[in-house]
C-alpha cells in the first residue's frame, strides 16, 4: 500500500466511532419510533452519565498505554464505606459525594504506588486491586444490600437550568478532562508517555509522575462515577460496580482511544463512546430485543472497534518505519 | 581561549571489552569538530558519555572550566547541549510545536495552561530556519522521515544549545533537505555555535569542519585542524588494521568445482512427509547444489534496491556495510520476517513463493539476529529450553506428539559439548544468568541443531570476549565445512576479513562492491561502504 493510501485509509479508521455512532441513533430511530423522542435522548443522557464519567477516568490510563481493571470495585467500596457512613452517622448527602470522590481517589493512589512505584504490569496490579476491593466492600456491606434514604437518590432527580444534575456532572467531568488534556502541559505528556514511555523519560518527562497522576484521576473518576450510580439505584448491592471497568474501557475505545496508548480524546471521542453504549442498550429496550441479547450486540460492537485500533496502529507502524534509501 | 568541553582520559568497558580507551580531547567554542571512525569505534559511546545516558568508567569531563559529569539527559540539556540522533526520538502521535516544546511549554500568565499561539509562532521560526515548510500544529505521524529529521534538528535548535550534536543527521534526508542542512550548519557557524559533526560522508566532514578527530577501536587516532586531513587520510586512519585477533584456519576450502562437499541432512521422516503435502513435489531435494541460495533482484521500496548475489556450499560469505546500509533488513527478508516487493530468492534453484520464517526453517535456513536479548533468547527461559526451541518439533513421539525427553536431552547434551557451553552452568538455568559469550554459544547452539544449510549470521561476535569470539567463528567455519553456506553480516571488518571466503559490501540499501578473498583490500571495502556522493 502506498503511502497516500496509507493515509486515506487512516482517516477512515480516525472517523470510525462517529460514523458508528451516527448509524446506531439513525438505526434505532428508524427500527423504534419511540427512540429519537427529546424525552428518551435526554433519558439516553442520564443514563449514560455515569458511564461516560467512569470512562473519562479509564480513559486518561489508557492513553498511557496502560489498563484499570479495578473502577468497578472502586466504585463498590467507595459506595459500601460512604453509604455505612450516610446511614450509622448520619452524614449529609453533599458530604457522602465529596467523600466517595476522594475515597475513589485514595484508591487510585495505591494504583499508581502499584504501577508507576513499583511498577508492576498495570493489568495485573489493577485485576488485583479489583478483587482487593470487591472483598473490602463485602466485608464492610456483609454482602447485604444497603438501600440509601431518599434525600440520597433524590440528588439524581434534582435538576439545574432543566438540565438534570447527572448530566451536568458528566458534562463538567468530561469538559476539565477535555482541557487537561489538551491544553496543559502534563496533558500533552501523558500522551507521550502513552506513545512511548522510554523516549519520553529520554526528552526529560517524569514518567512516574504522569502515571501517579492518571491512576489518580481514574480513581477520582471512578468514585463520582459511583456516587452518581449509586444515587440513580438507591441502594448498595453486593454486585454494585460489577462490570463497570468493562463498558468504561469499551466507551474509551468505542470513542476512538487505543489500547496501545497515546492516541484517544475524551471529547468527543470517549463522551460519545459512553452514549453510543448505552443508547445501544436503550434502542434494543425501545426496540424490544430479548434481553439477553444485550450483551452479544454490545460485544460485537467492542470488537469491531478493537479491531479498527489494531489495524490502525499497525499502518502508523508501517507510516512511521524508518527508512534507510530516499525516495 | 578556554575550551568550551574537555574530555579528559575517558575509559569505558562493556562487559570487560574496552570500547573507549583514555580519550582526551578538547573541544574550543565556536569550532565545528567533525568525528569519523568505523562502526564500533566509540562514536556513539562517547556522544552517550557526552549526553549522560552513560557514565565513563574512568576519566572526567570538563564543561566551560567546570567539572561535568552528568546522571541523565537532563543535566546534559540544562548546561546546553542538544544532540540530534540518528534514530529519531519524536512522538509521532504529537504535533511538531508539541515536539519542540513538550517539556517546557510557553504558558498564559502563572497557570499551567499551553499558550498555543505562543507555540505556534516559537515553532514556525524554528521551522522556517531548517527550511520545513509545514504548519505547526501538523502531527509528526504524517511526515516524511526526511521531514522528522528536520523537526528533530528544529528540536535541537529550539532549547537554544550552546553546543550542539548531529549525529548522521542526513541520512534520510532528500538532496535539496540535504543543501539547506548545509546552509543552515554555515549560518550556526557563523553565529558561533560549537557543533560536534559526525557522518560517514567523508567529503561533507571535511567541508563543514573546523577540525578533525578520527576514532579507531576506542582510540583517539587522530585530531586536527582541517587542512591536515584529505579523504584519503581519513580512510587509512579509519581502518588501520588490529593485530591482537586471531582466526581460525580454514580445513578445506569452499565448494567452487561440481565436486560436491555436503552431509546427507538427517531428515525427520515426518517433516519430509510434511514437506512433500506442502510442496506438492515427491522429491525432498538436500543433496549438494549449486548456488545454495540465489537471490535476484530483491528489492522492497525504501529498504533495499535491486540485490542480487549467490551462496555456494560450503562458503562464508560476508556482507559489510555501515549501520543503516540495510544489511539487517536484507537478512530479515531473507529469512521471511518482513516482505518484498520485486525479485526471488531460491535455494537450490527452488523459489520461496512466500517466504516466512516456518517456510525457510523447513527449507534449511536458519538466521541468528543480531540482538540476542531482544530476539534471540527467551532470556528468563533455561538454556535446555532455548537449546531446544527451534527444533523441538522432531522430538515429537510420532502418533500422540508428546516430547520425547530422552532424545531431547542428549541433543542438548551433544550440542553443548559441541558449541562448547560452559559446563559449570546446568541445563535448567535461565539464560540470563550467562556471561555474553555463553548466552551467543546457546544461539548459535539452538540454530545448529537444526543442522542449516544456509546460515544466515547476524553481528554472531558482538559484545563478547575474544576467547568465546575464537571459538564461536571455528563453530561458523565448522558448519561452512560441512556443506552448509555461511552469510555473516558484520560491522568489524577484521571479522569479515578473517573468515570469509567472499564479501559483499552494501550501502544505503545496495550492493555496491563484491570481493573475494585474494583481493581483500580494507580500504577499498570502506570506501565503498562510505558514502561517495556528496549533495552540493
Known amino acids: 500500500m502506498n503511502t497516500a493510501r496509507r493515509h486515506a485509509t487512516l482517516l477512515m479508521l480516525n472517523n470510525v466511532p462517529m460514523v458508528l455512532f451516527v448509524a446506531a441513533l439513525f438505526g434505532f430511530g428508524a427500527l423504534a419510533p419511540s427512540f429519537l423522542t427529546p424525552a428518551n435522548l435526554l433519558n439516553l443522557l442520564v443514563q449514560a452519565s455515569a458511564t461516560a464519567i467512569v470512562a473519562t477516568g479509564a480513559t486518561f490510563v489508557l492513553l498511557t498505554a496502560g489498563v484499570d481493571l479495578s473502577v468497578g470495585s472502586i466504585m463498590f467500596v467507595a459506595a459500601a464505606l460512604s453509604g455505612k457512613l450516610l446511614l450509622t452517622q448520619d452524614w449529609s448527602p453533599p458530604l457522602v459525594f465529596g467523600s466517595m470522590v476522594l475515597l475513589g481517589g485514595v484508591c487510585g493512589l495505591l494504583n499508581g504506588f502499584l504501577v508507576a512505584r513499583l511498577g508492576l504490569i498495570a493489568f495485573i496490579a489493577t485485576l488485583g486491586t479489583q478483587y482487593l476491593g470487591r472483598g473490602f466492600g463485602m466485608w464492610l456491606t456483609e454482602t447485604r444490600a444497603m438501600n440509601l434514604p431518599e434525600n440520597f437518590t433524590q440528588l439524581a432527580s434534582l435538576r439545574l437550568l432543566g438540565v438534570p444534575l447527572p448530566v451536568l456532572a458528566a458534562a463538567l467531568v468530561v469538559g476539565l478532562a477535555h482541557g487537561l488534556l489538551m491544553h496543559t502541559p502534563v496533558g500533552r505528556q501523558v500522551y507521550a508517555v502513552g506513545q512511548d514511555a522510554a523516549a519520553a523519560r529520554k526528552a526529560g518527562i517524569n514518567v512516574p509522575a504522569v502515571l501517579w497522576l492518571v491512576y489518580v484521576l481514574c480513581g477520582l473518576c471512578a468514585g463520582l462515577g459511583g456516587a452518581v450510580a449509586l444515587a440513580q439505584i438507591g441502594s448498595v448491592a453486593p454486585t454494585f460496580g460489577m462490570n463497570r471497568e468493562f463498558s468504561a474501557i469499551a466507551a474509551a475505545v468505542l470513542g476512538g482511544t487505543s489500547l496501545f496508548g497515546g492516541r484517544g480524546r475524551v471529547w468527543p471521542g470517549t463522551a460519545f463512546g459512553a452514549v453510543l453504549i448505552q443508547a445501544v442498550e436503550n434502542g434494543l429496550h425501545n426496540a424490544n430485543a430479548d434481553p439477553y441479547f444485550y450483551p452479544l450486540v454490545t460485544g460485537g460492537i467492542i470488537f469491531v472497534a478493537v479491531l479498527l485500533d489494531s489495524v490502525r496502529s499497525r499502518l502508523l507502524g508501517a507510516l512511521g518505519r524508518r527508512r534507510i534509501r530516499p525516495n | ?536
Not at chain 2, 521551522?127 to 500544529?137: F, I, M, N, Q, R
Not at chain 2, 559526525?198 to 576506542?218: F, K, N, P
Not at chain 2, 571459538?471 to 556443506?483: D, S
Open chain 2, 1 to 536: 581561549m578556554s575550551a568550551l568541553l574537555q574530555f579528559d582520559g575517558i575509559t569505558k568497558r562493556f562487559g570487560g571489552v574496552p570500547v573507549l580507551r583514555d580519550i582526551t580531547l578538547a573541544l574550543q567554542p565556536g569550532i565545528t569538530l567533525g568525528m569519523v571512525g568505523e562502526n564500533g569505534a566509540g562514536k556513539s559511546t562517547l556522544l552517550n558519555i557526552l549526553g549522560g545516558n552513560l557514565r565513563p568508567d574512568a576519566g572526567r569531563m570538563t564543561w566551560e572550566g567546570g567539572a561535568y559529569a552528568p546522571t541523565g539527559p537532563a543535566d546534559a540539556e540544562a548546561v546546553g547541549i542538544a544532540f540530534v540522533h540518528q534514530e529519531l526520538n519524536l512522538f509521532p502521535n504529537l504535533s511538531i510545536g508539541e515536539n519542540l516544546f513538550l517539556t517546557r511549554f510557553p504558558r498564559r500568565g502563572r497557570w499551567p495552561v499551553i499558550h498555543h499561539r505562543a507555540v505556534a509562532t516559537e515553532t514556525a521560526r524554528w521551522l522556517l530556519e531548517v527550511g520545513l515548510t509545514a504548519p505547526p500544529d501538523t502531527l509528526v505521524e504524517s511526515l516524511s522521515a526526511g521531514e522528522r529529521q528536520l523537526v528533530e534538528i528544529a528540536r535541537a535548535l529550539s532549547s537554544q544549545p550552546r553546543l550542539i550534536l548531529f549525529d548522521e543527521p542526513t541520512t534520510s534526508l532528500s538532496e535539496r533537505e540535504t543543501r539547506q542542512f548545509f546552509a543552515l550548519m554555515e549560518r550556526l557557524r557563523a553565529r558561533g555555535l560549537t557543533m560536534i559533526y559526525i557522518s560517514h560522508t567523508l567529503e561533507d566532514v571535511l567541508r563543514l569542519s573546523d577540525e578533525l578527530a578520527v576514532l579507531r577501536d576506542g582510540t583517539l587516532v587522530a585530531h586536527g585542524p582541517r587542512a591536515e586531513f584529505d579523504v584519503d587520510r581519513l580512510v587509512t586512519l579509519m581502518v588501520g588494521r588490529r593485530l591482537d585477533q586471531l582466526f581460525p584456519a580454514r580445513q578445506r576450502a569452499p565448494v567452487v568445482g561440481n565436486e560436491p562437499a555436503v552431509e546427507e541432512r538427517p531428515i525427520d521422516p515426518r517433516q519430509a512427509a510434511q514437506v512433500k503435502a506442502r510442496s506438492g513435489t515427491g522429491t525432498v531435494p538436500r543433496g549438494p547444489c549449486r548456488p545454495l541460495l540465489e537471490v535476484r533482484g530483491l528489492t522492497r521500496t525504501g529498504v533495499v534496491q535491486d540485490i542480487s548475489f549467490q551462496l555456494n556450499a560450503g562458503e562464508v560469505l560476508g556482507v559489510f556495510g555501515l549501520m543503516g546500509a540495510g544489511r539487517s533488513e536484507l537478512a530479515q527478508i531473507l529469512f521471511g520476517l518482513e516482505p518484498f516487493e520485486a525479485g526471488s530468492v531460491s535455494i537450490c534453484g527452488r523459489p520461496l513463493v512466500s517466504p516466512r520464517p516456518t517456510h525457510c526453517l523447513r527449507e534449511g535456513m536458519a538466521y541468528l539476529t543480531e540482538s540476542r536479548h531482544e530476539d534471540g533468547l527467551a532470556l528468563e527461559a533455561s538454556i535446555a529450553e532455548n537449546l531446544a526451541l527451534v527444533t523441538l518439533r522432531s522430538h515429537a513421539r510420532s502418533g500422540t506428539g508428546w516430547l520425547n525427553r530422552v532424545t531431547l536431552a542428549a541433543a542438548v547434551r551433544s550440542i553443548r559439548e559441541a558449541v562448547r557451553l560452559t559446563p559449570t552452568a546446568r541445563d535448567d538455568a535461565p539464560v540470563r544468568t550467562l556471561s555474553g559469550g555463553n548466552q551467543q554459544r546457546v544461539v548459535l547452539g539452538k540454530w545448529l541443531l537444526a543442522k542449516p544449510q544456509v546460515l544466515i549470521l547476524d553481528e554472531p561476535t558482538r559484545g563478547i570476549d575474544v576467547g568465546a569470539k575464537f571459538e564461536i567463528h571455528q563453530l561458523i567455519l565448522q558448519r561452512a565445512e560441512a556443506g552448509a553456506g555461511v552469510l555473516i553480516i558484520s560491522s568489524e571488518l577484521e571479522e569479515l576479513i578473517g573468515l570469509c571466503d567472499r564479501i559483499l559490501v552494501m550501502r544505503r540499501g545496495e550492493l555496491v562492491d563484491e570481493l573475494s578473498r585474494s583481493k581483500f583490500d580494507r580500504e577499498r571495502i570502506l570506501r565503498a561502504a562510505l558514502h561517495e556522493r556528496s549533495a552540493t
